[in-house]
């Protein structure tokens, strides 16, 4: 397998995307698909879904497609996930407490181990069968565990002091839902998810497509043609 740093973090981006398309094909026993059906299942060409998989190796028979099966377990391996990767959350409030329902009940391959808030009305509380814990309580269940993955739902305030105890105790990746841009030392990665942003930009697109529309409406009435006169 080649260095993952010297592969495109896009290219690593769009391999779960392709592990969730194979996991639904296989619940319906699909036992080959091709990398077309692949681009309309995920919206990226099949040219890309084929470069990106070359970068690991040759998984698929030309004519035939891949074996679902088979690389679905390639894929697993590649990201990690052929074991399940304990993580912690740090925030309960709404979206946290959504995230690790979600994680615990529909993410196969993440294990929740712990949720963390510094509101004493929410701590003792449970998520499913997780309690919610002090956050002083972070460092030591971190280095016990050996927890190398985190999300943080927390204000934007305190983001990035949560950023840093997570990293100071061992935390190697950082799934950050808080709107701010964190600062980390090299080495640890962090993907944003801006929910605000993304529902910005979808409005902005929508928007923009009601104003397309009124202007071609308005370009259309002004280029009517206009009454006849008779000129004497």
Avoid: W
């Avoid at 077309?36 to 990106?52: H, M, V, Y």
């Avoid at 304990?86 to 949720?115: C, H, M, W």
């Amino acid at each position: 397998m080649p260095n993952r740093n010297n592969i495109s973090k896009s290219v690593i981006k769009r391999l779960p995307v392709y592990l969730r398309i194979l996991d639904k094909l296989i619940r319906r026993e699909v036992e080959m698909v091709s990398s077309k059906e692949l681009s309309n299942e995920s919206g990226f060409t099949a040219e890309q879904i084929r470069k990106d998989l070359a970068y690991f190796g040759a998984f698929g028979t030309r004519g035939a497609g891949y074996n679902t099966m088979f690389l679905r377990e390639k894929i697993i391996k590649i990201i990690g996930l052929d074991s399940r990767t304990d993580t912690i959350v740090f925030g309960a409030g709404n979206l946290g407490t959504a995230l690790t329902r979600y994680n615990l009940t529909k993410n196969p391959y993440v294990n929740v181990v712990a949720v963390f808030d510094n509101d004493p009305k929410i701590i003792g509380r449970k998520i499913h069968s997780i309690e919610i814990l002090p956050i002083n309580r972070a460092p030591k269940i971190i280095q016990e565990r050996d927890i190398k993955v985190c999300l943080i739902s927390v204000p934007a305030a305190a983001a990035q002091g949560i950023a840093d105890l997570a990293v100071e105790n061992g935390i190697k990746a950082i799934l950050n839902f808080a709107p701010v841009k964190l600062s980390v030392p090299e080495g640890v990665h962090v993907h944003n998810a801006d929910l605000t942003i993304e529902l910005q930009s979808l409005i902005y697109y929508s928007s923009a497509e009601e104003e397309r529309l009124s202007r071609i409406e308005k370009d259309n009435k002004d280029k009517k043609p206009s009454k006849s006169f008779t000129h004497e």
